[in-house]
Every structure is written in C-alpha cells, then in structure tokens.
C-alpha cells in the first residue's frame, strides 16, 4: 500500500535514535511479547517507552493490548528492508 509507504517513511523521518532502538527491538522479537521486557531489555523508562510506543503505533507495526505487544508480520518484514536499506 503506497500510502502506508509514504506515511511510514514521514514517521520514520523523525525518529531518534531512542525510536530507532525500540523499533529494532519489536521488529527482532517474537510477534508476542510484553511492553515491560521490551522496557527491561531497553533499559529505558516506562514512561519514555511508552511515549515512543505512541509515536510508532500509526506505522501499524504492532498493537498492545494489556501489556502485550503484537506485531503484524508483514510490517515487521516492511520495517525489517527499512532498516537494512538505511544502514
């Protein structure tokens, strides 16, 4: 879907490299997991954590429900050629 594509990249335009970290976090994890491990494995506040989760939340990389994190496969694997084009 071209519009998610450019929508995505408006995102991903203004990230830091605290966002970056947490999105390679989830994008390398299993697709179910919980908010507080992807915070301990960080080593990052909550609070900052969850702030960033916000900011991710309309690239639709993932949803939370409770504090477990879902991660659609296909957004992972967008997400995935991203990063690798980047680096």
């Not at 976090?25 to 080593?43: A, D, G, M, N, R």
């Not at 409770?66 to 980047?86: H, M, P, S």
């Amino acid at each position: 879907d071209y519009q998610q594509d450019i929508k995505n990249r408006l995102i991903m335009q203004s990230f830091s490299s605290t966002d970056i970290r947490v999105l390679e976090e989830i994008i390398y994890s299993p697709t179910k997991f919980s908010v507080l491990k992807l915070q301990s494995q960080l080593e990052i506040s909550l609070e900052k954590l969850e702030e960033i989760l916000e900011k991710l939340k309309p690239t639709g990389l993932f949803v939370i429900e409770d504090d477990t994190l879902f991660v659609d496969k296909e957004a992972r694997k967008y997400f995935e050629n991203q990063i690798i084009l980047t680096n």
